[in-house]
C-alpha cells in the first residue's frame, strides 16, 4: 500500500536532502583540495588560489615519495601493525569477552569491575613508558601493539552482545559434542560476523592513525609508521624535500606537492576498508550497547 505524502512532508525531505548533501561537501572538500594539489604541476600552485582541478595532471609527486625507500618502509611498517594488530585485538578481546559474558564464570564481577576500573583511571605516561621498558619492548614491533591490545569499551560492548546470544543454541552445539571453543567459533563467531565487522573496522582505524605511541616507545627510525614520516614531512621535511627533489632531477615539483601526495598515500589505504564492511557497521555498532 503506498503512503499518502503531504506536500509538507515532501518539502521537508527536500531540504533535509539538500542539506545532508551541503554537509557531506563540506566534508569531501578539504580531501578532494589535497588530492587535486597532488596532482598538480608546477604554475599551477604557484599561482595560488583554490585548486579542485589540475590543469595538467602529473604523478611526479606520487613518484618521489614512492622513491624514497624511507617513506615506502614506513608505509609497510603501519600495513603490518594494523594487521598484527587487529588480529591481536579481535583474538584477545573475543578470549576475554566470551568467559565474561557467562554468569557462572567465578569471579565476574571483579573482572569487570577492574576493567571497568581502567576505563576511569590509568597509570599515566610515565609509569606505562617504565612498564614498558622493564618488559623489554622499547624501539620493538610490539611497543605499539600490546599496550592496546583489548580496549576496555569495546570489550564491555561485545560481552553484552554475546550475553543476548540465546543460551539455546549454545546447549544445541554442546548436545553435538561440541567443546567451548567449538561453539565459540562454529556458533558464536558465526552470528557475531556485524560486531566483529565493526570492532574490526574501530582496532584497523586506531591502528592505522596511531602516532603517539611510536613517538613514546620507538627511537628506531626504521619501525616508525606512516604517521610519524608524515609529521615529519609536514612540519619538518620542507629543506629535505628540496634536497630530495634537486638529486631527482624534479626541481618543478614543490613540497607542497609532495606533502600532498603523502597525505593521500596515508588516508585512501584505510578509507579502501569501509566499503567492505559498511553492511555490518550501522547494525553491529549498536549492538550490545543496551543490555547490560
Given amino acids: 500500500m503506498k503512503r499518502f505524502r503531504t506536500p509538507g512532508n515532501l518539502i521537508f525531505d527536500g531540504v533535509n536532502t ?8 563540506l566534508t569531501l572538500f578539504p580531501f578532494l583540495y589535497v588530492l ?43 600495513i603490518a601493525i594494523t594487521v598484527v594488530g587487529t588480529i591481536t585485538n579481535l583474538v ?9 559474558s557467562k554468569k557462572r564464570l567465578k569471579g565476574r564481577s571483579v ?8 576505563m576511569l583511571f590509568s597509570g ?12 623489554g619492548l622499547l624501539n620493538s614491533f610490539w611497543s605499539v601493539i600490546i599496550p592496546g591490545a583489548i580496549n576496555a569499551f569495546n570489550l564491555i560492548i561485545l560481552k553484552n552482545f554475546f550475553q543476548s546470544i540465546p543460551d539455546a543454541l549454545e546447549e544445541s552445539g554442546r548436545i553435538d559434542g561440541a567443546s567451548n571453543t567449538g561453539v565459540l567459533l562454529k556458533i558464536i563467531l558465526p552470528l557475531s560476523m556485524p560486531a566483529m565487522a565493526t570492532f574490526t573496522l574501530f582496532y584497523a582505524v586506531g591502528h592505522w592513525n596511531q602516532f603517539f605511541q611510536s613517538v613514546m ?24 624535500e628540496y634536497q630530495a627533489a634537486i638529486a631527482n632531477g624534479s626541481l618543478e615539483i614543490m613540497p607542497t606537492t609532495i606533502k600532498m ?27 550490545g550497547s543496551v543490555k547490560g
Fill in 18 to 25: 539538500l542539506m545532508l548533501i551541503f554537509f557531506a561537501s
Fill in 36 to 78: 587535486a594539489v597532488s596532482l598538480s604541476p608546477l604554475e599551477q600552485v604557484m599561482r595560488g588560489g583554490l585548486i579542485l582541478w589540475p590543469e595538467n595532471f602529473t604523478f611526479d609527486s606520487y613518484k618521489m615519495i614512492f622513491s624514497n625507500t624511507h617513506f615506502t618502509t614506513s608505509l609497510w611498517v603501519t
Fill in 92 to 100: 584477545l578481546t573475543v578470549s576475554m569477552a566470551y568467559p565474561l
Fill in 111 to 118: 573482572i569487570l569491575f577492574l576493567v571497568l576500573f581502567t
Fill in 124 to 135: 599515566g605516561m610515565i609509569p606505562s613508558f617504565l612498564v614498558m621498558k622493564w618488559l
Fill in 217 to 240: 616507545y620507538v627511537n628506531n627510525s626504521s619501525l616508525w609508521p606512516i604517521q610519524v614520516i608524515l609529521r615529519q614531512m609536514i612540519i619538518e621535511g620542507s629543506v629535505e
Fill in 261 to 287: 601526495a603523502a597525505i593521500i598515500v596515508a588516508t585512501v589505504p584505510i578509507l579502501c576498508v569501509y566499503p567492505f564492511l559498511q553492511k555490518h557497521f550501522a547494525k553491529g555498532v549498536m549492538l
